[in-house]
């Protein structure tokens, strides 16, 4: 009956009108337009998409309720973590007995198996590549990393251990990398992998090339890489040798004295000692020549010592990278009176401490005096500071790092250095402190810097080292070869109280924590994980998952950035303080009263669980409900389980239009980093639907959660909807898809398809739009579907039930329903039922929802060649109503949110969907609007009318990055695209630089959805789902919108219009213009195919012409082969001596660092014939109007994009994130393009060096051109500046 209704209200809503000028009557009929959809939404979700049939569902079905006190579930989480981390040690223990065992043959001088470089070529080929490594490996033996300059005699226990690991392995498989590092600074990893591009090559001298044992005979580092490579795992291994917190302060010398080779070698040592350190260590650092200068001349590193975090770490390398010499001399005195102040300051609030502090000056200098009489003027400072710090409770230890240049003579400088790191006050006649307050430390030469993992090695020697072994327990890092976050837990190998290296293994946080990480936040409560000295997050809600890491780095951040309510600074010093606790805090927000945070600390690690809820107990529903006798479904692996006569081609996507497909994430699952680890095989699907089909309840679980079944038994109840109405809805041409999931992320989808494994519905934008709209129909911006079926639009709505409280019955959101309309359709909407008005040439009709984003637009329809249409603004497409909107403070609010995870503030629109009736401006020169909101919906409608040609409006948005024009002021009035800001952190407390930067955080970037593999072949093979045939369609109105069909209007050039418009294939004239290239990077373009099988009659003959073309073009290509052929082949032959080194001549104008890490080449690990969607093999170009979903601006590296908030989705199925091609728009542009210079030596200074400060500091995967604000109101980046157009 429903559907005779429906069908009746869609054929009345696609009435056309007449045209109309915009005034009275066009008011009213916007209003009725407006009025008339929020009517065709309602039905929409409740009859075409089942919202009524699945409410009153989840209202009737029968269900027990379980009561779960929080404080059971902190004490669950905190025995397992306690427990994989006893395991993880009792691991650790049994490779450190092994390592003394071949430590004690090593003594004996009985011979052992020795080295295995990683970079022997004969061990890659018998690699392969490893889901769980990420990478190519080898579990058949381990490999060594093996500094230069390490003799023969140095003890590491190398391949001995692949025993001892492969058994690790087997016993423990969660684990990832294990490794031993020896004190001489070789390192063994277990499996040998495949090291970075770039980092090998063969050495000149070669023994027996049979004898993988040979030094001589193995591949060292490139010099390049060398260093970097050899320092991974090495700040791990310093913390585990020194696990107390280690204060070093370094002084680099760059006076006139030092040659060019001199001040690299200062430069090598100082970014080594810096990546040494791990977050518990402090880091200080002076430039000192006639003068000093700091990487920031700010309250903070002119003062004292900072968190050796990644944000110091980044400042600090920038500050070095950039040092040059001067032209005067070298102050020696200044430096280190400087230092010393730095030190008194640092320890000043911890002087009443039961025990003494102590820190390590790096001096690193050529040590040339000015005159003789220095010397001593240095040895006196020393002295004098010796007491004092000894009165204020600590000591300090001064390592000097002679710079050698072999072409320049060595006289006094050398003796020099030494005396100052021994403190040999009696030969300067220096009054010398007492001897028990003196810490000598040691002199080093150093000539070069091929060999600083070596030289270096003893570096924290003359610091205090505990005399017994404690296993450590690492904060989250960045693993750069497998491409995930991981946790190190190391412990230190002591023979008779020698060390002899650290033994270590990593394991995943997303395994360490996955209860954490996969926990079910709802209104009523979440959890999160800290670090117990400084409150650090590890992860929390705001984070996305470990999984889903797109940075090359992890930026530490406190909790109480996140945890922003009154008094939490309060519970944080008690959560630090204490084992475990629970404090309440009253709270007015969203109908809540209070909240109450509860935590444990986890045993022997650096962890605290906490779960912060707003009622006293957890309370669960279990649907008890069996399964419907007529409900079929089947799981998503349809390539395992699915019968091949039900199998159909939905675009990209292997499907089935018989039943729906049902997939079953890993947070649904009670181990959900097991689940990640097993491999979907038939069997295991067959036991997945035989528990999931069982109505009887004898089947055993095979590892889901409990309420998990009866998930699955409400809400495929909606499946003979969807099958009913695929049939008899007119709406089914424009519907893609239909999906529906529930909070533990089961995910129903019709026309059933493949969906990759990583994948998590509860983490797209459609849900958690709709979980924060309850009630209202949620459209979501459009974006490029990677199943294929072009740029799509995705409407949701909540399904809610009822959970009985103590007091009151109160609704939750159960499921989320919707599905997936192409882009054309709500065009076709508003050019149907705005009448003809919309297509006239100085009107636009538009849809955009509460952010500014456009759902509907011309601009989005029109056939220009591989135009954007993601996330196209208001701001950008229609100036003059945003200059005049953001008048109206009670429709539009411009507002701001801090995102830590790249140390940016965001700048992004709300619109007031409440708005009743029209709004339209009153003062209209060049243009009259008007703007209605749809009900019980997330969209407005607005038309505008544009009368004249001048620039009109003003709306700056940057063309090159997302860095916005002026970073020091943000006003109501001001029209900008979404953009952002640097955000500064004070490195040395870790709180907010400028209290007014104290906004709410982002909300964390919603998720990208990966590739699955198809076997091409197996796609071609299969009959289409559904077969329209676009050639029947003769008109545009009939074409547009509907599935896989575009109307094409432009020649193969993109700007001569065909004879004969008509309605093709979407592949074949994707945007309107034939044979161009979709954004899809794996499609071939049918531009050099001849389409006279589908081209209408009346057409040019083209195929004579490109015949022709063609044959011209082969003698003049055979032509010129053969000329060069001859001529090379008698002629002088050149080899040029420049490498490739994968630099883009693009960016040679950019500041880069000298060590910036290319990028990654991916492993091969799908053969040829399978359609992998993340191929970018294509030439599809970065889209201006696409940001990656993980992509923050780096340090003002560009991302050539226009400026925006919120990045969209990509996919609502399976697919990589894909890149729309590079175009500029119709608009009129005018490209404002300055240079600036910052000459690195003023690096020093907060104010005068905005490269160091407008600036978020995460590396993107390539470099991009830099945008800098040098100034308030200087334009430093293209700006696309927009005006009215009329044409």
Not at 468 to 497: E, F, M, N, Q, T
Request: aromatic content about 8%.
């Amino acid at each position: 009956m429903f559907i005779v209704c429906w069908f009746t209200i869609v054929v009345s809503l696609v009435g056309v009108h007449h045209s109309e000028t915009i005034g009275g009557d066009v008011e009213r009929r916007l209003s009725s337009v407006s009025d008339q959809m929020k009517h065709w939404l309602q039905l929409a979700v409740n009859h075409e998409l089942g919202v009524a049939h699945l409410q009153h569902i989840y209202r009737t079905v029968n269900s027990v309720t379980h009561d779960i006190q929080f404080n059971d579930i902190v004490s669950d989480i905190t025995q397992k973590m306690t427990k994989k981390l006893e395991d993880l040690s009792a691991v650790l223990e049994e490779t450190s007995e092994r390592v003394k065992e071949l430590f004690q043959i090593y003594l004996k001088g009985d011979e052992i198996k020795t080295l295995r470089p990683c970079c022997d070529q004969r061990l890659h080929a018998v690699m392969h590549f490893d889901g769980h490594f990420n990478t190519q490996i080898t579990k058949a033996t381990a490999c060594d990393s093996v500094p230069n300059g390490v003799t023969d005699g140095s003890f590491s226990p190398g391949i001995n251990l692949t025993e001892q690991y492969r058994a690790n392995l087997d016993i423990w498989p969660n684990i990832k990398w294990q490794y031993f590092i020896s004190i001489w600074g070789l390192h063994t990893e277990f499996p040998a992998y495949l090291p970075l591009p770039n980092s090998c090559h063969t050495n000149d001298v070669f023994n027996d090339i049979n004898d993988f044992n040979s030094f001589a005979n193995k591949l060292v580092y490139n010099d390049v890489y060398n260093e970097d490579t050899l320092q991974r795992h090495r700040d791990i291994y310093m913390a585990t040798v020194l696990p107390q917190s280690k204060n070093i302060l370094l002084v680099i010398d760059r006076g006139s004295a030092l040659t060019a080779h001199q001040l690299a070698i200062a430069k090598a040592i100082a970014k080594y000692i810096l990546n040494s350190l791990s977050l518990n260590d402090k880091i200080g650092l002076i430039s000192v020549s006639s003068d000093i200068h700091y990487p920031i001349s700010d309250s903070c590193l002119t003062k004292r010592l900072a968190n050796a975090n990644y944000e110091t770490k980044y400042q600090f390398q920038r500050f070095i990278d950039g040092l040059q010499r001067t032209n005067e001399n070298t102050n020696h005195v200044l430096g280190l009176k400087n230092a010393f102040e730095m030190l008194a300051n640092t320890f000043e609030d911890i002087k009443d401490n039961e025990s003494p502090s102590e820190a390590l000056i790096v001096y690193i200098s050529r040590g040339l005096l000015t005159a003789l009489t220095d010397a001593r003027l240095v040895m006196e400072v020393i002295a004098n500071e010796i007491n004092k710090a000894y009165d204020n409770n600590y000591s300090f230890v001064i390592n000097s790092y002679a710079l050698i240049d072999d072409t320049k003579p060595v006289m006094y400088e050398m003796d020099f250095l030494r005396e100052i790191a021994e403190m040999n006050f009696q030969k300067f006649n220096v009054l010398s402190p007492d001897p028990f307050k003196i810490r000598p430390g040691m002199m080093v030469a150093v000539n070069s810097t091929d060999n600083l993992s070596f030289t270096l090695s003893g570096i924290y020697s003359v610091l205090t080292r505990p005399t017994h072994s404690s296993v450590y327990i690492s904060l989250p890092y960045w693993d750069a070869i497998s491409k995930d976050v991981h946790i190190s837990v190391s412990k230190s190998v002591i023979h008779r109280g020698q060390l002899i290296g650290v033994v270590g293994l990593d394991i995943s946080l997303a395994d360490l924590a996955e209860d954490i990480i996969q926990y079910v936040s709802s209104d009523d409560s979440y959890a999160f994980l800290i670090e117990k000295t400084h409150g650090i997050a590890i992860h929390h809600p705001l984070f996305s998952p470990p999984n889903r890491q797109t940075h090359d780095q992890i930026i530490h951040t406190s909790i109480e950035h996140f945890e922003q309510i009154p008094g939490f600074d309060v519970i944080k010093k008690s959560m630090l303080a204490n084992n475990e606790g629970i404090e309440t805090i009253k709270v007015n927000f969203n109908n809540k009263t209070h909240i109450t945070y509860q935590w444990r600390r986890v045993l022997s690690s650096p962890y605290i669980v906490v779960i912060a809820s707003f009622k006293t107990h957890d309370r669960k529903h279990s649907i008890t409900a069996p399964l419907a006798k007529d409900i079929h479904f089947t799981y998503h692996r349809l390539d395992l389980n699915a019968n091949p006569s039900i199998l159909c081609r939905h675009f990209k996507q292997l499907a089935t239009i018989e039943t729906a497909t049902l997939f079953i994430p890993s947070k649904a699952f009670l181990s959900p980093f097991a689940n990640d680890m097993q491999e979907e095989t038939t069997h295991v699907v067959q036991r997945y639907m035989a528990y999931l089909n069982d109505n009887t309840k004898l089947i055993a679980n095979p590892g889901f959660k409990s309420t998990i079944r009866g998930e699955v038994h409400v809400i495929t109840g909606v499946i003979p909807l969807w099958k009913t109405l695929l049939e008899s809805s007119e709406m089914s041409k424009f519907i893609v898809r239909k999906y529906i999931t529930t909070p533990n992320g089961v995910f129903l989808l019709y026309p059933g398809a493949l969906i990759d494994k990583s994948f998590d519905p509860t983490r797209r934008e459609w849900y958690t739009k709709a979980v924060l709209n309850p009630g209202k129909v949620v459209f979501t911006a459009p974006y490029l579907d990677v199943g294929g079926a072009g740029y799509i639009v995705t409407i949701s709505h909540v399904i809610e039930g009822y959970k009985s409280d103590t007091n009151t019955n109160t609704r939750n959101t159960v499921a989320v329903i919707a599905m997936d309309f192409t882009l054309g359709y709500f065009h076709s909407f508003l050019q149907t039922n705005l009448g003809s008005f919309c297509r006239s040439q100085q009107v636009r009709c538009f849809i955009m929802d509460d952010k500014g984003y456009l759902i509907a637009h011309p601009s989005l329809v029109e056939p220009i060649q591989l135009a954007p249409i993601e996330q196209q603004h208001i701001t950008h497409k229609e100036p003059l109503v945003a200059n005049d909107l953001l008048h109206n403070k009670l429709f539009v609010k411009k507002t701001v949110c801090n995102s830590f995870a790249d140390r940016t503030i965001q700048r992004f629109y709300n619109f007031n969907t409440s708005l009743t009736g029209v709004l339209t401006n009153s003062i209209h020169d060049c243009g009259k609007y008007l703007i209605a909101s749809v009900s019980d919906s997330n969209i407005f409608i607005g038309i505008v009318n544009h009368t004249c040609d001048s620039m009109a409006a003003f709306c700056p948005c940057s063309m090159t990055d997302r860095l916005c024009l002026n970073c020091h002021r943000m006003e109501q009035t001001d029209c900008e695209c979404p953009c952002e800001c640097p955000l500064e952190l004070n490195l040395c407390t870790g709180q907010l630089f400028d209290e007014e930067d104290r906004n709410p955080s982002c909300p964390p970037i919603t998720d990208s959805v990966r590739p699955v593999p198809v076997m091409k072949h197996t796609l071609e093979s299969i009959k289409k789902c559904f077969d329209i045939s676009c050639y029947e369609k003769k008109s545009e109105n009939e074409c547009q919108g509907l599935m896989g069909c575009e109307w094409c209007q432009l020649d193969r050039n993109g700007e001569t219009p065909l004879k004969n418009p008509y309605c093709n294939n979407q592949n074949r004239c994707f945007g309107g213009i034939l044979g161009a290239k979709t954004p899809y990077p794996d499609e071939i373009s049918d531009m050099m195919l001849a389409h006279d099988d589908y081209m209408p009659m009346g057409s040019a003959p083209v195929g004579p012409v490109a015949g022709g073309i063609m044959i011209c073009f082969v003698v003049l290509a055979l032509s010129v082969y053969c000329y060069r052929y001859h001529s090379t082949r008698h002629g002088p032959h050149y080899i040029t001596s420049i490498t490739d080194n994968g630099v883009n001549p693009l960016h040679l104008d950019n500041d880069f660092d000298d060590n910036d890490p290319q990028d990654d080449i991916a492993p091969a690990i799908v053969p040829n014939n399978v359609v992998v969607l993340a191929s970018f093999e294509n030439a599809a170009q970065v889209s201006p109007y696409r940001i990656n979903a993980g992509y923050r601006r780096p340090g003002g590296d560009s991302d050539h994009g226009y400026s925006t908030m919120t990045p969209h989705e990509d996919s609502e199925l399976a697919g990589p994130t894909y890149n729309e091609p590079l175009l500029v728009g119709r608009d009129r542009t005018r490209l404002l393009n300055t240079s600036s210079q910052s000459d690195a030596t003023n690096s020093s200074s907060r104010t005068s060096s905005p490269s160091l400060v407008c600036q978020s500091i995460v590396k993107p995967p390539k470099p991009m051109p830099s945008t800098i604000l040098e100034v308030p109101n200087n334009v430093l980046a293209q700006v696309q500046v927009h005006t009215v157009d009329t044409h």
